[in-house]
């Protein structure tokens, strides 16, 4: 066994010109679990991420810092006109060294949606099963006690039961958990299983090379192969080019960039699946519904996610169904995620210690006709990508929807007052008064509409004429590219991606390796 | 004409911001093309010390104007100038793209204009009210485009205060449990080299389980 290295951008000081079996594009949760699997099986692996090396030494439990080291664009991606909010990880171990830590199992309806109408063949709940059962393992995952559940939560535990509402509690990845409350700002004390403290460093033992700060650039083309990866290396502390290049010459390469920038690094490359790359994105977009209460809930401490609904997951004939879990609140995203300005907005923040925070998430894409949205290039530099995401009328009903209910079930939890973020917030103190939900602007921009989900954009199926990747994880047209990450997902979920992405990476990971 | 920073833009950039953004319809358009050369001066304010890397005088003054109505004086609070969110927004806006930057500069000179904004007096000559206002005519646009402006001006201000610990007190945020970061923690490359406790091999290693 040979020990592997983690290299960071001031460590390359000169070009680089590399040969493996496999080049990894991505460190997330689909590119570290395959680069893993690949290793375990004796192959040379080089990963490449833009992102940065950070470490608990620099989780110091603050916004100010998390969101421009940890988060795509600062922490301030979005859609081409502001309307949605993404939240979405940008560094060793991705999404996973930032997420709250929920865990879900992919449904079994969406994996029948997948072989039935996308014609995904082999993924089956059999086939993912025994990837499952080895993930859960490695990264500890289990149920969050209800002893535990932090007040922000168990707002929701009551509401739901008082209603009578389907409610679960949420397994989570993690370990010696001291519920602090920051998983989304990386874990301080290395509890929180993500691939940075979990996957990356044992596949490191086994040999894996990974270039952080190494931003993939093109895939070069000869033929029906990719035959080289371009990578521009970053300064680590400015976050620009440092001028030194990376070129990886693998048999294989796979990219893990996410439903974001897997589908602009394929479209820099001139790959575009026949015009399918970056289309049928989805983001579960998400509503929130803020609740004042008399006692304390510290909507800033305690894990963050631990309770969930899946009542409506599945509803009438042609309507969205939606999932309803709890967000936490920081004072940074307190500030910006909120709507108004001036003294209403200090007025509003100063009562956050007494706030608490449910979302419902879009389970969008599974309706037939529902197209989601579109990732593409405003150009082949270092320019912001550009998202267009529609919202459809059965997003704006299930929007209305999904405030109403959840208004309700704060209410039954004991709020005193419950509040909408819409431009203009509507305030309702008592059942009686959801009805004013009607009376409020739905319209983009005019509401905050966020998401943390980023799923689809190269979508797997057996049809080239339909998808963008095979059902082994192959791009159509070429014979050594693999696309491993969610954005491969034909729809979206309806539950947390994570785990998908996960079972994926372990179960694609043999795809891959046949492909040596 | 020579276009120096905030106040007239010329026509022609501010038709391209909109083509660019794909405003439908040609309101806009004509509002440039009527008043984009007639306007005031804006009113400057005291510059921080240190250099500023992407606003001009203008610019700045247009940015502090709109975060002393965002977030106003109030007794116990820190002021928009104790948090220099003048400055924290320049060194924001420093961070992004070449092609951000501008269009954030644009977006600075066209909420200023008192022409295309159908207003008397730049944004930063108005009185407190009719300020209000004006933020509040975008907010509430029909016009897709200002809002998203709104959006993206109101994001920037709020982040430039709120994260800052000062601004924690008010909100009623005791701050992080600082206790848990350890800023001397080691970090691993691999290499051959053991792997430290946390990092993974601490609950790795543990027997049994341990709980949550």
Redesign the interface.
Known sequence: MT??????GDEITSDLDLSCDVCVVGSGSGGAWLAHELVSRGLSVIMLEEGG?H???E??????TA??NLYQ??G?RTT????INIMQGRNVGGGTTVNWCSCFRTPERILDLWRDRHGVEGLSVAALTPHWEAIEERL?I?E??LE?VNPNNRVLWDGLGKLGYQRGLIK?N???????G?CGMGC????K?GML??VI??A??KGLTVYANASVRTLERAGRRIVAVHADVRDPVR?VPSGRKITVRAKVTAVAGGAINTPTLLLRSDLDGGGRVGKRTFFHPVVVMMALFDEVIAP?RGAPQSVYSHHFLERGKDEMGFYIEATPV???T???ASTV???R??EF?????HMQASFAGMADGILEGDEGGTVSL?DKG???VKVDYPLTERHWEAFRTACAEMARIQLAAGAKKVLSLH?EPVEIDSVDQIGRLEKATWE???MRIVTGHLMGGCAMGKDPAKSVVDSRLRYHELDNLFVVDGSVFPTSLGVNPQVTIFGIARWGAAHVAAAV | MKHDGVGPAPPNSTRRIFLKRGLAGGLLLALGGVGFFATRRSKLVPLPKDPLQTLDAREYAVVHAIASRMIPSRHGVPTIDDLDVGKTVDHILGRTTDADRKDFKRLLGLFESAALNLRTSPFTQLDPVEQDAALRAWQDSDITLLRTGFQAIRTIVMASYYSRPESWKAVGYGGPPVSFHDKDAPVWKGGGAPRPPGNGVMSRDEEGDAGP
């Open positions: 020990d592997g290295r983690i290299f960071t090396y470490t608990r030494r989780f110091d439990l603050t916004e100010a969101n421009p664009d600062l301030n081409d006109d502001l309307s500890h289990k969050w006690p535990l989570r993690v370990h010696n958990c001291a519920n602090l920051y301080p004390i290395d509890a299983q403290v979990t460093p044992d490191v033992e976050d800033f920081h004072p940074l307190a500030a910006t300005w001036g003294a907005h200090q923040l100063a009562q956050l210690p405003r270092y320019s912001r431009s983009k921009l005019r």
